[in-house]
């Protein structure tokens, strides 16, 4: 159950950043629209944990929240870089 705890918390934080990162990179939004994005963090990352305890296994749900996080932070570079990212 700790190491299932420890997945949850530590793992589905960048995750949930990666997530809320590419919808502000991909969507146009002015500053003052930017900050409810940013708050979607909390409920976005509570949602990963309790997916990661609903789900049984708990290497399949670290990589799944590995992979998320490896995608999303690659995606948001990527469009950084190519230059297509609406920020």
């Given at each position: ?23 502000l990179?991909?969507?146009?939004l ?41 995608v ?16």
């Open positions: 159950m700790l190491a299932r705890s420890l997945v949850a918390v530590f793992l589905s934080l960048p995750a949930s950043f990666a997530v809320i990162g590419l919808i990179v991909v969507v146009p002015t500053t003052s629209q930017i900050l409810p994005f940013l708050l979607m963090v909390f409920p976005v990352w509570l949602g990963f944990v309790c997916a990661s305890y609903v789900l049984d296994d708990t290497e399949r749900v670290a990589m799944g929240l590995v992979v998320i996080s490896v999303g932070f690659g995606l948001v570079a990527l469009l950084k870089y190519v230059g297509v990212a609406a920020l």
